[in-house]
């Protein structure tokens, strides 16, 4: 299409729905994310030329930017249409840089929400790349590739190679780490409850809770004090000494903003951050309608603003007051005050972009998780719109003696924004007596005491975790999926029942980099870095001052633990109270290369004695029988790795591979796949089949469909960049695991 303006965005589904908005005045391409980064295999950053940095075209979209370069020779203007963020302001410099930027007919439009007016809007108001938000972005990649890059590899040197670490990712670490030690450290102390239950003069029946002892708070640490105060109201009359009621209001909350939208979906869905922003990412981009046009569903899912368009509320409000009723709209639109400095303002809170397509109206046409998803934000941002929930408290106070016992329930007088966002499910108020009055005497049925022991505050949470480093300003909400997922990567937390527990590895990660950079992995280092991100974009300040105050002190840092490596190194040997039998020197446990822990002789390298530090437990039994003699089976290990063998060995000589369960890819096998070991002792997976079938596989697989392709099972990979991450081996997708409890 010669002489026809090319817009470009970054991926296809995108694109698809933007052409079909702009019919055939535009070519829409995608870009398909980022084109240029700093290289792998090297820092690609030089420190002493001012941080100059080294990009290159990465090696998946070189096919994709001689495609972009080709369309947009002869286009007469190029709108690079990125998302609204820094990361899609610095994809769009990249892409401008390849297409000759300088040439003038290179702008930059955003989309703040996929729809026709969405689109035209942007459109309408292009302009030129903002270098503060470009430079904003270069300052984080930079300031994330030299920590990660310069403390990854001294954790290789240390422990073992596989490890990262990152300015944001290892503090969110530490929360977790120092989480769990609050735990394991905590010491429960003894409390007591005192509740009586009571009866009114009309036969009903409730319970009051003991509340002050002589109009003072008091401390039932033990049953001895419980005793006591019971023999003193043993005589006692108890008598209702007030009834008061109030009208409690409970104002609706702010719209979705990025990181409240990953607490709520994590709470209400179960879904993890990274699976929230990639349903959301699908929203934004455009889904299928039932007039064969792919619709944009919500505004862009990247914001720190709480701000919503007049004619988002107005919809709103219209969709209220025709839907629910007049009783349930404010007299005028609720605005939300942002609650953080230095938000990002670009663009409006998460919300539906057009309010009156109701959940039940696109169900039909999204995947279950999308419209739960959907559902979620379109709640949200119409009770946003609606007049505050109504409840009816009443508070009961006793008194018998010097003591006071109290009783407090509410009910619902008017539902209000709840109606469109229900409550989840808590517990019920105490059912209160409906015919009393005050001075009234009640007749004391039983004293109730219950011992309690004080509790350890809980584990995090994906949600808890998030809402802590939101508070605290470390990191930016768009970066708390990738975060949560770098961890769960790399093994240093594990998920059980929601609650993030660190690993053995994640504890000694952790031990290691507040040790030894406690001035960089620690709260207030990391958020005060975010405000100088901030800063650059908005223009007050420098990002090549800002990056060079940075590496000072970080530089001296690497410098000192650089000099300490080997003491650092022995330090984090466990000492054993065995001998080796070779030479008599202490064993003593080291990490492997593959972040597992082994005896090894404390005289390397003159002896080099080393054994698994499993070598005295209990062996692993398979639950069926042998099937030669009936005896049991067990996991054993022999100079080939590891194979399941007869527990009456050497009488019974039976031997079986360990198999993954997982059937042979290649067609028409019926073969499974096993675990196998080469001649050099590396494992990997073959078919059971062989010779007849010789499909063989370095990689563990995964008993988990790929969603890309729909391949039946997925890859555990490990190399010394990324550390742990899965991959599909038919169309090389990386998947994310999903946990057993997930699925």
């Known amino acids: 299409m010669p002489n026809t303006s090319l817009i470009i965005v970054e991926s296809p589904s995108k694109a698809r729905t933007i052409e079909r908005y702009l019919g055939g005045e535009y070519r829409v391409l995608a870009c398909n994310g980022h084109v240029k980064d700093l290289p792998k295999k090297n820092l690609g950053v030089d420190i002493t030329n001012n941080f100059a940095v080294e990009y290159e075209i990465l090696p998946d979209k070189k096919d994709i930017v001689k495609k972009l370069k080709k369309s947009a020779a002869n286009a007469p203007t190029i709108y690079i249409a990125t998302d609204p963020d820094r990361e899609g ?30 689109v035209r809007t942007g459109m309408d108001n292009p302009r030129e790349v903002n270098h503060n938000l470009v430079n904003a972005q270069q300052a984080r990649r930079i300031i994330d590739r030299i920590v990660g890059f310069k403390v990854s590899e001294f954790l290789w040197k240390v422990l073992y190679s596989g490890l990262s670490a990152g300015r944001v990712q290892s503090v969110a670490l530490r929360l977790v780490c120092e989480r769990h030690e609050e735990i394991i450290n905590f010491k429960p102390e003894e409390y007591w409850i005192l509740e009586v239950e009571l009866m009114t003069k009309g036969g009903e029946t409730f319970t009051a809770r003991l509340h002050k002892v002589g109009g003072e708070n008091i401390e039932l640490k033990n049953e001895v004090v419980i005793n006591e105060i ?30 409240t939208i990953q607490q709520d979906a994590a709470t209400r869905l179960k879904y993890s951050p990274a699976r929230t922003m990639r349903l959301a990412q699908r929203l934004y981009e455009g889904v299928e309608m039932e007039s064969g046009e792919p619709t944009g569903l919500i505004t862009y899912m990247r914001t720190d603003s709480t701000r919503l368009a007049p004619a988002s509320v107005d919809g709103a409000r219209q969709f209220i007051s025709s839907q629910y009723g007049e009783q349930y709209l404010p007299e005028t639109p609720n605005v939300y005050g942002q609650q953080k ?71 619902v007088k008017f539902d209000g924004f709840r109606k469109a966002y229900p409550a989840m499910e808590k517990k019920e108020d105490p059912l209160l007596p409906s015919d009393i009055s005050e001075n009234e005497e009640l007749d004391r049925k039983q004293f109730l005491p219950e011992q309690h022991f004080t509790k350890p505050p809980p584990y995090y949470t994906e949600s808890s975790l998030i809402k802590e480093l939101d508070k605290q300003g470390i990191g930016r909400p ?84 650089e000099e300490r490596r080997k003491e650092i190194k022995n330090s984090l040997m466990e000492k054993t109270e065995e001998s080796c039998e070779k030479c008599g020197s202490p064993m003593v446990i080291k990490w492997n290369r593959r972040g597992e822990k082994f005896v090894a002789c404390s005289g390397f390298p003159e002896c080099r004695n080393a054994k698994s530090l499993d070598d005295d437990a209990e062996p692993e039994t398979i639950e069926k029988p042998c099937p ?27 031997t079986e591979s360990i198999t993954t369960g997982i059937a042979c890819p290649r067609d028409d096998c019926e073969g499974e796949m096993v675990e196998k070991s080469s001649r050099k002792g590396k494992v990997f997976f073959g078919c059971s089949r062989y010779p007849d079938c010789d499909h063989a596989s370095w990689y563990k697989p995964i008993l988990q469909p790929c969603e890309a392709c729909d391949n039946h099972y997925i890859e555990e990979r490990v190399n010394k960049t990324k550390g742990k991450f899965y991959l599909c081996p038919e169309c090389k997708t990386e998947a994310e695991f999903v946990e057993e409890a997930e699925v």
Request: aromatic content about 8%; glycine content about 6%; overall charge neutral.
């Open 341 to 411: 400095k230095n938000i990002q303002d670009a663009h409006e809170a998460i919300r539906p972009a057009d309010p009156n397509i109701t959940p039940e109206m696109v169900k039909g046409h999204l995947e279950n998780d999308e419209f739960k998803l959907y559902d979620l934000i379109w709640r949200r941002f119409i009770a946003c719109q609606m007049n505050p929930s109504i409840l009816d408290q009443t508070t009961i106070e006793i008194k018998a003696g010097e003591a006071q016992f109290r009783v407090s329930g509410s009910v």
């Open 89 to 118: 302001e610095a994809i769009a410099w990249h892409v401008a840089s390849e297409l000759n930027g300088k040439s003038g007919k290179v702008r930059r439009v955003l989309f703040n929400e996929i729809t026709a007016d969405g």
């Open 478 to 561: 768009s970066t708390f999926a990738e975060t949560l997922s770098r961890l769960h990567k790399r093994q240093y937390v594990t998920k059980d029942r929601q609650k993030l527990i660190p690993t053995e590895a994640g504890l000694t990660v952790n031990k290691v980099l507040i040790e030894n950079l406690p001035d960089i992995f620690n709260t207030g280092f990391t958020a005060r870095m975010e405000e100088e991100l901030d800063e650059i974009e908005s223009g007050d300040q420098d990002y090549i001052e800002v990056l060079h105050n940075f590496y000072k002190p970080f530089h001296s840092s690497m410098e000192s633990v």
């Open 628 to 654: 030669k003699c009936g005896g049991t089976l067990q996991v054993k290990r022999g100079r080939f790795g590891r194979y399941i063998g007869c527990e009456k060995y050497p009488d019974c000589r039976h």
């Open 230 to 259: 019971i023999s003193k109201l043993e005589n006692e009359s108890f008598i209702i000494d007030s009834i008061k009621k109030k009208e409690v209001r409970r104002k609706p909350y702010a719209p979705f903003i990025t990181s």
